[in-house]
Structure formats: C-alpha cells, structure tokens
C-alpha cells in the first residue's frame, strides 16, 4: 500500500541536503523537527516504528463476478538496527505485519521478513557486501500467481547474497553471488517449490565524476523440485549480459538504466529455447525543493506458477509524484502499468495500478496517513478481470 510506502523512507537516516548538495527526493529529505532519533546502544542505532491501519476493500478476492467487500485491520511492527562504526556497517532489519478480516477470517495473514546486511571496507579501494532474508510471504489476490483458492496461498523464502567489488582508478571489477528458495506451505503446491543461483561478473568504468557505465555478464539456474501438474520441467539453464549507465542529463535529472538479454536453456524438450530483451531503469527528476518526480521501466524473465508455462516476461511503466504540500504534509500519486505474458500458454495478464496517499507529520513519534488504490486487469484466462478499490486510515509511531 502506499501508506506504508510513505512510512518507509522517513524510518531511514537522513542524508545531509545542504544547500550545493545533490538534490534530494522529498520523502527522503531530512526534516529535523519531524525525524525518528532512534533508540542509542553504543555502536549501534535502533528505530522501532509501529503503524495500525484499516483498509476497505471492495473486493477482497479479486473476483470478475460476486464481489465481496470486507474491513482488514492491520498491525504492523518494525525494528531497524544500524550500526555506527567508522569502518564497515551492519544493518539488521526486521518486521511483521498482521492482518485481520472483519467478516472473513479464513483470509487472516502474518506475514514476517528478517534480513541482515554486511559491508565490509577491505581496503581503500575493495569493498565486500554480504546479505540473507528470511521472511514468510503472502501471494496477493490480485497478483497473476494467485489460484483463486479458497486460503491464502503462503510460502517461506530464504535468500543469500555476496558481493565484491575492487577499483583500479577508474575500473572497477567484481563478482556476485545469490540462492533464493521459495517453499510453498499450502498443501498441493509442492510443484511450486523452487531454488535459483546467480552468479554474476560486474565491470565498471568511470567515465567522469558524474557518469558511471557497467557491464555485467551473469548465469541463472532455476530449479524446481517437481514437474507442475501438466508433467512439464521447468528448470533451466540461463546466460545473459547487461549494460548499464548512471548519470546526470542535468544537476536535476539524474538517470539510472540497464539494457540487455537473457537466453534461456529449458530441461524441458517441450518449451523453446528463447532469448529475450531485458531492461530496468529509472529517470528522477527533481522539479523543485517540494516536488520529485519518478519515471520508472522494467522488463524481466521470472518464474511462474502457471502450469504448462516455462516462465513469463513481466514488462512494467511507472512514475510518480512526491509532493510536499506543508512542511508537513507529504502527498504520492502513483501510475503503474504491468504486463505479465506467459510463454507457451495462451494467457496475457494486464494490469493497471492507481494510487493517491497522503501523511501528516503530527510530530517527530507520530504521524496519520490515508491512501486509496485503484486495481484493474484484464487477462486472456477466462474469469480472471477484475477491479477492485481499496481505501486505508492508519495510525504510525517511530522512535
């Protein structure tokens, strides 16, 4: 929800933003007088936050016929410790939510994520990031992998990650490491369980104190522990590369974009082998002090529940408007526009995303925040359009 995207950001530490420094998205710019402190332990930082919300939602199943609204109240607590050392960082986060369905209480959730962080400063130039995640997670309603069943379709997902990067001047060399495992709970979907590698070999040039340009190679497996229930493999096999560019067109415009391909190896002897067009990018402008606006492009090769398909294509457009309409008021407007084309199978999802929230910053421990989002698709499977309206109140606190 957007409410909880507006919380996020004012929990992070403020970065300096003194007049000729780099320009800085309102929900990211410090205000002194409305700025969680955090909690003092020596080395480290600790910013607990607590927000209760209740939301309205017309249409709680995401059905095309027989709608059926519902009140949910959610709670939802977080702990973020960051260290303060003069060399090296650790950031450890941690949070759950829980949310209750007045009239549907079969749709009851507790979602939880941990997730540590580890930078290493090995020396001038070389530097080591290490990362895990384990969190419980919630397939949304409205989220093409979503069956329709009856209980909400929960799963476990551990990850991993590990980073290095050394520079040479302005050469930069490196290599990257992740396992993901996605472990779905719901009896029967054992077919869905699945672990991916990554590996990739990063290469860095600086072209000027503002320009960054990046080539990647990488290699993907993708494993799942069952056929899915038409009998097709989905594991594969693939290699990609990706080049990418961080600038500024101007003191105001700042850009970040990667573009390249991915080729796909599936076990499978029923599903083509294919190469893709892959892309991820963002365009920030900052319009003036109170106003940021972002432009946001992704095309992606995942993985899908969907039986009989290898995988799909999720293209995604996005912008956003930050506004600071008071000191402390914060207003986002967002637009979205996602795609998720299914390969093999005759199914095209299409979505359309509408958001409006507001926060009112009463002090520096609490705050008041509403959204409203607006949800329509339109999918190639039969009995799967729908709309759906939601409207949420929330309560947030932060130390």
């Known amino acids: 929800m ?5 919380a996020v950001p ?3 530490t403020p970065a300096a933003a003194q007049e000729g420094d780099e320009p800085v998205a309102v929900l990211d710019r410090p205000r002194d007088a409305f700025d969680a ?3 003092d332990l020596g080395g480290f930082r600790l910013f607990p936050r607590l927000n209760i919300s209740e939301t309205y939602d017309d249409n709680i199943f ?3 016929d027989g709608e059926q609204d519902d009140f949910i109240t959610s709670v939802a607590a977080s702990l973020v410790a960051r260290s303060e050392w003069s060399r090296h960082s650790l950031r450890i986060a941690g949070r759950v939510r829980d949310q209750s369905f007045l009239d549907n209480s079969s749709q009851d959730r507790t ?7 580890l930078r290493l400063d090995l020396a001038e130039r070389s530097q080591a990031d290490f990362g895990a995640e384990h969190s419980r997670q919630v397939i949304g309603r409205d989220d093409p992998e979503d069956t329709g069943d009856e209980e909400p379709t929960e799963f476990n997902r551990f990850q991993g990650n590990a980073g ?5 001047n302005r050469i930069s060399l490196g290599g990257s490491f992740q396992v993901r495992r996605d472990d779905y709970i719901s009896g029967g979907d054992d077919d869905r369980d699945r672990i991916e590698y990554q590996f990739g070999l990063p290469i860095g040039y600086e072209v000027s104190t503002i320009t960054n340009v990046t080539l990647q190679p990488f290699f993907r497996i993708r494993d799942f522990d069952e056929l899915d229930e038409t009998g ?3 594991d594969a096999r693939a290699g990609g590369a990706t080049i990418g560019i961080e600038t500024e067109l101007t003191r105001l415009v700042h850009v970040g974009l990667d573009v390249g391909f991915i080729a796909n190896d599936f076990e499978d002897p029923d599903f083509d082998d294919d190469i893709d067009f892959i892309v991820d990018g963002d365009v920030t402008w900052y319009v003036t002090g109170l106003t940021t606006v972002t432009g946001r492009l992704a095309r992606r090769d995942i993985a899908t529940n969907t039986p009989g398909s290898s995988s799909k294509t999720q293209s995604t457009v996005a912008a956003e408007v930050q506004h600071e309409l008071l000191r402390n008021v914060l207003v986002v407007a967002e637009a979205r526009y996602v795609q998720d084309d299914f390969r093999e199978v005759d199914r095209t999802d299409d979505r359309a995303i509408f958001g409006l929230g507001a926060e009112y910053l009463i002090n520096r421990y609490v705050s008041i925040g509403a959204d409203y989002r607006f949800v329509q698709r339109w999918s190639d499977s039969e009995d799967r359009d729908f709309t759906r309206n939601l409207v949420t109140l929330g309560l947030r606190t932060k130390f």
């Open 111 to 117: 979602e939880y994520l941990i997730r540590p962080q």
């Open 62 to 64: 995401a059905d095309e």
């Open 37 to 39: 402190k955090g909690l």
């Open 10 to 12: 004012l929990a992070a």
């Open 2 to 6: 957007l409410a909880g995207a507006l």
């Open 164 to 168: 290095y990067i050394h520079r040479f």
């Open 232 to 234: 097709a493999d989905r």
